[in-house]
């Protein structure tokens, strides 16, 4: 894995890694294309209601994610860097246009980089969060980053498994 | 001009425009290389007394900037995108790395947007400056941001062609 604009900082940084059975272009197509993303991208019993992709660095990436007991949660981010197949790169900081985005009250600002390769006939993957300071790298981990991305990716995996 | 991520917003940005009697290689030099811009950036009798530039996306703009009373002020972002001779993109809402900034107080986070193209012997030059809110962009206009913008042209050009 290159990681040629940023250095994994212990302190600051998360990472999630895990080998999938599917082909890493199946990966992509996940999280690239809202029709399949929304049936995986939020632990159930949440769900995505709705998603907006613009695939490109300054594009949208926009989610509505809505609890059990029906409250919506909103985001808008955008792309920084894409790399078909490969990588890409989204922040929590700016939204589309490259707009810094206004802090919601306790919000933490990170962004994400999600990295696939071919590994056998599956797929090594790896997602980043990089954050501004270790109280929200600690925000993020005690929100349950491990087990959150974890089930989200089993979803994404059967999901991608039955279409 | 193209704007290909962005759609300018009058009630949040702020935009300065202007013909300069220098190619647009010049004024690319002047932005884009440390030994150059420390000689322009800071309408004087304030100084840049260093500057660091990874030009890139991702990459680091670094500056700092020191008053008439010897106190500095130094400012780290990010470039976001990078055409050479045409244009380029930085924020101040990201470090290096795509790493989100933590904000000082008071801090106004802004991307900037500098586009530059060919006008008979000389360069049409538009900086626009991107901002979360309309408090930050009457706080940016507040701070001077038309002369601000112009004095720095103006000290930029005339560096310029003394090299």
């Known amino acids: 894995m290159t990681e040629p604009f940023f250095t994994f900082d212990d302190e600051l940084d998360l990472r999630f890694e895990r080998i999938v059975d599917i082909k890493p272009e199946l990966v992509w197509a996940a999280w690239t294309q809202p029709e399949h993303l929304v049936h995986w991208f939020t632990p ?12 490109r660095p300054g594009g949208i990436f926009r989610t509505v994610m809505q609890s059990p007991e029906g409250q919506e949660f909103p985001g808008t981010g955008c792309y920084l ?41 599956g797929t090594k993957y790896t997602a980043v969060a990089i954050h501004r300071s270790k109280e929200d790298r600690k925000k993020h981990e005690d929100m349950g980053f491990e087990h ?4 989200a990716l089993e979803q994404l995996v059967e999901y991608m498994k039955s279409v």
Do not use: H, Q, Y
């Open 44 to 55: 159930a019993p949440w769900k995505t209601i709705a998603c907006e992709i613009d695939l």
């Open 81 to 121: 860097d894409v790399v078909e197949n490969e990588r890409f790169v989204w922040t929590s900081a700016l939204g589309p246009g490259f707009r810094p985005n206004a802090p919601e009250p306790d919000a933490m600002f990170f962004t994400a980089m999600i990295s696939i390769e071919p590994d056998g006939d």
């Open 148 to 151: 959150g991305w974890g089930k």
